[in-house]
Nanobody
Framework: QVQLVESGGGLVQPGGSLRLSCAAS????????MSWYRQAPGKERELVAG????????NYADSMKGRFRIFRDNAKKMVYLQMNNLKPEDTAVYYC?????????WGKGTLVTVSS
């Protein structure tokens, strides 16, 4: 059974940084494209960033470009989201997603709160 466990969330001041981690188990991790999504209170879940199975290509939502970076370590079955220059509007629950053409798995999320 595929499990995704996010960690690294917390309270940070505006302008600060956090690194989220997602640990995968029960799967051949290198088969999966990985993504980070987020859901703010009262809003729909949105894509933050994605990375291909081999890590060769990434994509970002426009509001995250230049501030966030997604990267992965296939040997460790980990994907990360480095978040810099955080803003209050980045406050949300951040979810890890693993996807192939046939499978789609989600973690339970980690809360990021950006506030002074």
């Amino acid at each position: 059974q595929v499990q995704l466990v996010e960690s690294g969330g917390g309270l940070v001041q505006p302008g600060g940084s956090l690194r989220l981690s997602c640990a995968a188990s029960g799967c051949t991790f290198s088969w999966y494209a990985m993504s980070w999504y987020r859901q703010a209170p009262g809003k729909e879940r949105e894509l933050v960033a994605g990375i291909t199975s081999d890590g060769g290509s990434t994509n970002y939502a426009d509001s995250m470009k230049g501030r966030f970076r997604i990267f992965r370590d296939n040997a460790k079955k980990m994907v990360y989201l480095q978040m810099n220059n955080l803003k209050p509007e980045d406050t949300a629950v951040y979810y890890c997603n693993a996807r192939t053409s046939f499978h789609d798995y989600w973690g339970k999320g980690t809360l990021v709160t950006v506030s002074s």
